[in-house]
């Protein structure tokens, strides 16, 4: 079974407008974290966001925040006011704690594809 | 400026042969690690280093190898018992404390099989 599910291949919004890219996990740790990518056509990847599994407020950064319902294991990205730099591929990733060790890798999704237009 | 280098950033290579893939980062980053990314598969990993002298297999270490004798210094090599290797390859590196460590990413090495 997969542990991030992204379910939007594609998605396309007009500049300005907000726009919200849908993720679940599954995991039966109490202790996890969540983390959301953005890899432009260049292919490097862009740390965005962060939200842990205890922490009691939804996550932001800037134009980003993060709608954490704990309760149905989502953790949807919403990126407000889009700007044509917005424009790449957006990963959602999860760190579990079960059994954690310092350096535990991320598992990834497999993406959402994000357009944004004038 | 600090980061993770991956060299080179295109690479071909012919059926049965070796390859070795580059990373360098002089974060003072404990872990690091090696993804493959191939269209709609997002990023899969093949294997991760938590300190120097130690790695472990990911969920596709089928073909590939590493070694990571110094800390900034972790090589991937894609043999040929890897039949599919053409894909585009992330490695990247944490600090390697607490469960909201992000990672660090390089630009990638794309390889391709002529």
């Known amino acids: 079974a997969q542990k991030i599910t992204q379910t939007q291949p594609g998605m396309f919004v007009q500049e300005k407008e907000a726009v919200t890219l849908d993720c679940t996990y599954d995991t039966s740790d109490p202790s996890y974290g969540l983390f959301w990518y953005k890899q432009p056509s260049s292919g490097e990847m862009i740390f965005l966001i962060y939200q842990g599994s205890y922490d009691q407020q939804n996550a932001t950064e800037g134009r980003y925040s993060l709608n954490f319902q704990k309760a149905r294991k989502s953790a949807n990205l919403v990126i407000s006011a889009s700007q044509l730099g917005d424009s790449a591929m957006y990963f959602c990733a999860m760190r579990e704690g079960l059994g954690y060790q310092a350096g535990t890798a991320l598992i990834f999704g497999k993406g959402t594809t994000l357009s944004v237009s004038s | 400026d600090g980061g993770i280098t991956q060299s080179p950033k295109y690479l071909f290579r012919k059926e049965g042969q070796n390859v070795t893939l580059s990373c360098e980062q002089n974060l003072n980053h404990d872990a690091m690690y090696w993804y493959r990314q191939d269209p709609g598969q997002g990023l899969r990993l093949i294997y991760y280093s938590q300190i120097v002298n130690d790695f472990q297999k990911g969920d596709i270490a089928e073909g590939y190898s590493v070694s990571r004798e110094k800390k900034e210094s972790f090589p991937l090599t894609v043999t040929s018992a890897q039949k599919n290797p053409t894909a585009f390859y992330l490695c990247?590196?944490?600090?390697?404390?607490?469960?909201?460590?992000?990672?660090?990413f390089g630009q990638g090495t794309r390889l391709t099989v002529v």
């Open positions: 990247a590196s944490t600090r390697g404390q607490g469960m909201n460590t992000e990672a660090f």
